[in-house]
């Protein structure tokens, strides 16, 4: 059985199939808790998006952009020696993370940093264009 969006089955609100999909999308990721990221606010129309990608290299992550949905996500090989740990508190595992972007929004680039992975992002000034209409005669 799949739960929709009440608000979306209304007859009077036609064609917002990709928006309902697009919520969907956004609760899942949502869900999801590794690994942790902070999204920063830089400037009037800069954001950041850090996420903790301790013992990551640039070669073990990707970020990739599908339509308006950035995913992130880390591979790790796994090391060829045996180890022994005594405790094991750093997460190893592989990760995938998805951010639905706003329109407008692109991303800048992306830098990996003493373990911390930022994707900045901007919103480009809008070029304020008048478009004119034509009208015909029936």
């Known amino acids: 059985m799949t739960t929709r969006t009440l608000l979306f089955d209304s007859p009077f609100l036609l064609g917002f199939d990709q928006t309902r999909a697009l919520i969907d999308r956004a609760a899942k990721a949502a869900a ?10 830089r400037g009037e ?3 950041r998006i850090t996420l903790a990608v301790a013992g990551f290299t640039p070669d073990d992550l990707s970020v990739t952009l599908e339509g308006r949905q950035m995913t992130v996500s880390g591979k790790r090989e796994a090391s ?34 003493h373990g911390l992975l930022h994707v900045d992002l901007t919103r480009p000034e809008d070029a304020q264009i008048v478009r ?7």
Do not use: C
């Not at 999801?32 to 606010?41: A, D, G």
């Not at 004119?132 to 029936?138: D, E, L, Q």
């Open 132 to 138: 004119r209409i034509p009208i015909s005669a029936g």
């Open 32 to 41: 999801e808790s590794y690994p942790p990221y902070n999204v920063e606010q």
């Open 80 to 113: 060829g020696e045996d180890q022994a740990f005594l405790h094991r508190g750093i997460a190893a595992r592989g990760f995938m993370r998805s951010f639905v972007l706003a329109d407008g929004l692109e991303i800048v680039g992306a830098r990996l940093e």
């Open 45 to 47: 129309r800069d954001v």
